[in-house]
Every structure is written in C-alpha cells, then in structure tokens.
C-alpha cells in the first residue's frame, strides 16, 4: 500500500471557509491524502484565502513567503510540496497570484472546490491550473462527505453551508464578486448532511451563508422553503440538540423566522445581525437596505418573540464620508440596543467596489481613533452581558477539555465558552451549570446536578 499523502489546509477569514476547507479535505481523503497539522512535512498545501478586507489578502502573500521557504527545503530533501490558493483572493485575483507568487502550483476560486482531484491531476503534469469559473453544476453534489471518524475530530458543534453568495450588494463588500450570486443548497441534501453529522455524536448545528437567512431552497415537498423551514425540519433530527445560523442581513428577518425564535425550542437564544452603522446617511451610502428604524424594529420584534435573546453585529468605522455626527449615532446605537458583543472594522476599500470610488475617504488616523473608541463601547457592553450571567444557571454543550486537568470547556445557549470541573465522558453533552465566576470573556461554573443524558459518542477518544 502505498504511504498516505499528507494534506494542510490553513483556512483565513469566515466559517463558510473553515466549512469549505473541510469539505476539501473530505474529498482528498479517498484519495490517500490525511490532514497534518504542520505545514512543513506536508506533500500538499491549501490556502484558503479571504478578500474581505485589504489586510485579510496581503495575509496571504505573507503566508506564501513562507510556503516557498517550505517548498524549497522539501525539493532539497527531494520531495515535490504542491501549493494551492483556494477562496476569495484566488476568485478576485486568478492568474496574478501565480505572477506575484511563482510557487503557486495552483489557484482556485470558492465554485471550483469539487475539482481539485483534476486540478492536481494538472498541477502534477507541469501545468499551472487556474479556475475561477462559476460553473453551473452545484460543488456540493461532487464534495466527498466527511466519515464518521473526521466528524468526532472535529467535534460536536459543526457548520453546514445552506446558502452561498450574495445579492445584496452593499457597496463595501466584495463578496457579491468573489462568491457570485444568491444560491441556496437543497433541504434534502441539508438534512442528509445534517443526519449524518448527528449519526456521529455531532449536537449542535449552526446553518451558514453568506446571507443565510435569504435561504430559499427546494424544500422536500417540491415548493421553495424558507430558512424557518428548515431549521424547524432540522430540529425534528434525532440527536441535535441546538440549533444556530449565521450570517443574517435584517432586510431578510421576516415574521416567520422571528416566530421560529419562538417556536424553536432548539434554536439558541443569540443571533448574529449585522448592522455596519447607526446613521441612516451611512447605511444608505452602503447600499445595506435598511435604516436605523428598521434595525430597532426587528431587534424590538425579536426580543419581543424571545425575551431572552442576545445580539452581536458587526460594524464598520471610516466608510467613506462618516462624520463625526455619524459615529456617535453608531455609538449610541449600540446603547439602543446592548449588543453581548460585536466584530469591528476599519473600512477597507476593495478594488472593483462602489465604495472604494467614492471621494470622501477617511484617513487612516481617524478610522483608527474611532475604531478604538467603538471597541471600549463594545467591550464594556460584552462584560456588562458577562458579569449579569454571574450567579445564573446555564444548559452547557461541553465541547474539549478545559484549561487545567479535570475541567471541560463547553458553550452556554449565549455562545460564551463556560469552564467547568467535569468528567471527559460528558463531552457531547449538555448539563447544567451554575456561573459562579466571570473573568474578562471567560465565565467558570459548576455542574448543578450529575449528568442527565446517556454519554455521547463523542465520548473521550470515541
Ligand atoms: N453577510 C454579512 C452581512 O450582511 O453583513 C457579513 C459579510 S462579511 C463576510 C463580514 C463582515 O465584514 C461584514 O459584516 C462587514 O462588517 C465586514 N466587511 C465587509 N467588507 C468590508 C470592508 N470593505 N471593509 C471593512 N469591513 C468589511
Ligand atoms: Fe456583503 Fe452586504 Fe452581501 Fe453581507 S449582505 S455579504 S455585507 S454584500
């Protein structure tokens, strides 16, 4: 039998690459590759790239330094290491990475994912591939799943994709070019995948798309199906336990997934919203859809069917011509709301975007000021949300073990991780912890009663 190849993918940027990356693996996997930690003894390595901002993409260049290094000293120690730049840089820049960075063996954008095995095939001839098409076939019919054993490793929190690309076209943001158009993955073949992980010890699903909550799939009764259908579908599967999905754009939070928040028992109660900014002047430059207004509505609707429910967001300092007057009302949105906490961002011009043509661009001093300024805001608010958990008591998901010996790690509904003195047979399960310290973003606990459910599969070492 010949020796297994050994494949290190580094994925950058969202959770549609992480989900991605494993994908790849998976379809390498029958192909005697196994994944390695470690760059340096691998026979091929995977970039998985992010276009979002511009530091995001030089990332990548930087990391390609090193890779040559690597690729260097394995042709020394005659071995051949094959480089390949997947995801959102690959599809924004195709053949210019191959110009910039010679080593690149191959490059391929988020559509082409189901044709590594023939790009490598390529690669291996002497041929550079490129391939930054959009074809019409769908990736997922060709990706190879994940076998019960790659899905313990991993845990028992796991993404499905859903939904790819974008239609939304705010003016910032490059995914709309790099990911293409709106697509949304059948319900059956999103239940089928979701079984499976189910089968093998996996609690928790989070549902992802770029713009997840526009999901409108085949459903399994031939008539198009809304996200709320599907994560109530999703919740009837044996075995998962909580349910999650990101990412949302609120001009997509309809009545019937706010109702879900409700009626979903499993759903967990936080939600990811991203609102980018508080001035109506601003959110209209960014082509986002919906004003301040309408982003107080549907928090007000949401909180409204789930009292409980905590938000995050994402925002961004320094669009162009932000003035003062438009960050306070950023900030005071933020003190509207009480978000549990929230990404934050410089804006970043991306070649071929509306915005990055705009005159009034902010200089970089500024955007760091005001950044600074948002991330205190935030920061006070994650805290706040924090210690009021102090004394509550908690459902636990226990995910790997903990800090110190004897304690596990696990996420609260709120997605805080939770340490907590526990037996690693009780990872994969849920049990209920009391908060008795909070420090900075970590909360610590202790189990309020033994174990209620049987141990799960994912049981140490299963
Ligand atoms: N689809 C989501 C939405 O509707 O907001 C998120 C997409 S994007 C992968 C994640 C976040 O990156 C955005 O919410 C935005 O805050 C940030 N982002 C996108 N383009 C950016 C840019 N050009 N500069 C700075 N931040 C950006
Ligand atoms: Fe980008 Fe806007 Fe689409 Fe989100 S909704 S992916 S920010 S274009």
């Known amino acids: ?215 409108h799939g085949a459903g399994t009764n031939g008539r198009s199906w809304s996200l709320a259908r599907l994560l109530e579908r999703v919740s009837d599967i044996e075995g998962i336990e909580r349910l999650r999905y990101t990412t949302s754009h609120p001009r997509d939070m309809d009545d019937e997934l706010i109702a879900a928040h409700r009626d979903l028992p499993k759903l967990m109660p936080q939600l990811h919203l991203p609102v980018q900014s508080g001035s109506d002047r601003i959110l209209a430059a960014m082509n986002r859809r919906h004003t301040r207004a309408d982003y107080l509505d549907v928090v007000a609707r949401l909180r409204a069917a789930r009292p409980d429910l905590a938000l995050t967001s994402d925002f961004i300092v320094g669009f162009p011509g932000e003035s003062e007057a438009d960050f306070a009302e950023t900030l005071n949105l933020l003190d509207a709301i009480g978000f549990c906490g929230a990404f934050s961002f410089k804006y970043s011009p991306r070649p071929g975007t509306p915005g990055a043509e705009l005159a009034d661009q902010i200089d970089d001093e500024m955007k760091s000021e005001r950044l600074q300024r948002l991330q205190t805001a935030i920061d006070r608010g994650q805290q706040a949300f924090n210690r009021s958990c102090l004394g509550r008591t908690f459902d636990v998901l226990f995910e790997k073990p903990g800090r110190h010996a004897g304690q596990l790690v696990g996420r609260s509904p709120y997605l805080q991780p939770v340490q907590a003195t526990a037996p690693s047979s009780m990872i994969g399960e849920i049990a209920t912890v009391t908060i008795t310290e909070v420090a900075s973003n970590s909360l610590f606990g202790a189990l309020a009663h033994a174990p209620v459910r049987e141990p799960a599969l994912l049981a140490a070492g299963a």
């Open 1 to 215: 039998m010949n020796e297994p190849k050994k494949l290190f993918v580094k994925s950058f940027g969202c959770q549609m690459n992480v989900y991605d990356s494993r994908r790849m693996a998976d379809t390498m996997a029958p192909r005697g590759y196994v994944e390695t930690a470690a760059a340096d003894d691998a026979d091929l390595v995977i970039l998985n790239t992010c276009h979002i901002r511009e530091k995001a993409a030089e990332k990548v260049y930087s990391e390609l330094g090193r890779v040559r290094r690597l690729k260097e000293t394995a042709a020394s120690e005659g071995r051949r290491l094959v480089v390949a730049v997947a995801g959102c840089v690959a599809q924004a820049e195709g053949e210019e990475i191959i110009r910039r960075a010679p080593s690149v063996d191959l490059v391929f954008g988020p559509q082409s994912y189901h044709r590594l095995p023939e790009l490598l095939a390529r690669a291996a001839r002497g041929e550079k591939p490129v391939d930054t098409e959009f074809p019409l076939d769908d990736k997922f019919d060709h990706l190879a799943a994940p076998t019960p054993s790659a899905i313990r490793t991993r845990g028992v929190s796991a993404f499905v994709t859903v939904q790819e690309g974008c239609d939304k076209f705010c003016t910032f943001c490059v995914v709309p070019y790099t990911r293409g158009a709106e697509v949304s993955r059948p319900a059956n073949k999103i239940i089928a995948e979701v079984e499976r992980l189910a089968a093998a010890g996996v609690r928790e699903i989070t549902l992802i798309g770029q713009n997840v909550n526009a999901y």
